[in-house]
């Protein structure tokens, strides 16, 4: 007996909301990454508390697929960023928008 | 209230606590390390709902090699310290939009989940290697696709990597820099 399905759901739901708050609010092109990065791992432990609400195991298969998209997806997004970084010398996406700061 | 039930809720306070820390941090450094913290809560989290094989995944993928790669670009990029304190206003106000309609829509749900959702969920282990058997021959197609997307990830961080020298070398030839 653990705990019902719901505080599973809310302690994801909380999760989710913090990474997309890190994610609109932050002026910086890597934390932005790392909000992506917690909402992925809520959605993994959504899954998961499905995966024992349904007592299947469909829902781990699909967390073990959220690990793998978040792999290739950070290597991405880590690998642009790198590259934005030589060009205009900053990580703030405003200054890249507005090229105000780009590097002489 | 069992064992288990105390251990989720110390593991889901510990979680909600350290990514709340990692989110607001101004050092990049520390964010991640919290971030790690998390990552190895929701790895004892997946242990404890069952999964043990995605515990060991989270462990290894996701705090050792995604928060590593995390650290090294930070510490490769050099980012100054930003004072990172005024959110502009507009973004303030749209964030604070999505968390009401985001809160609305988590009452709602939670309002009207079955009586099933309310009650303490039986205890399920998925041993490993059912788990592989289940995922290997239920779901080879989704394997297959995700292999697929790793290889093309690959081969786009590659040419990320060989444009951009390719071009420093063209531009030096250029200027003669």
Redesign the interface.
Known sequence: ???????????A???F??????T?????L??I???L??ML?AA??AF??A???A?H??G??M???V??????????G??????I??QTGT??PECIESNTCKLE | MTIYAILFYLIAAVMIITTGMAVTRSNLVHAVLYLVISFFGSAVLFFLLGAPLLGALEVIIYAGAIMVLFLFIVMMLKVEVTDDGGVPLGQLAAAGLICGIYFLACVLLMKFSGPSAKEPMRALLVRPETFGNHLFRQHWLAIEMVSLLLLVALIGVLHLGLSRGRRREKTKGGDGE
């Open positions: 007996m653990i705990v019902p399905y719901t505080h599973v759901m809310l302690l739901a909380i999760l909301l913090i990474g997309m708050l890190c609109i609010t932050r002026r910086n890597i934390m990454l790392l909000g990065e917690i791992n993994a432990v998961v508390g995966s024992l609400h007592q195991a469909d781990q298969v967390a073990i697929f690990l793998a998209v978040a792999a290739a997806e950070v290597s991405v880590l690998a642009l960023i790198v590259c970084y030589r990580v703030d």
